[in-house]
């Protein structure tokens, strides 16, 4: 499931059941490629992340020391 800024569109409510269907998605073993700038979402909801800048990948690994580094741009 690809999910690209699904958090920056709609009311609470939708963005509610956008997450709640990303969550059984995963436990159900699939992968969710969630692309966000909502770093609070990212922390939440991922295991692995990948920052990407300029095109290329600049970090990847696990959300707290990739969203810090997100920061530092």
Sequence with gaps: ?????????????FQKR???KMGGVSRDGRTVLFVSHNMQAVRNLCRRC????????????????????????
């Design 1 to 13: 499931l690809v999910v690209d800024e699904v958090l920056a569109v709609g009311d609470v409510k």
């Design 50 to 73: 990948v920052l990407l800048s300029g095109g290329r990948v600049a970090m990847d690994g696990p959300p707290g020391p990739v969203v810090a580094e997100y920061y530092k741009q």
């Design 18 to 20: 956008c997450l709640d």
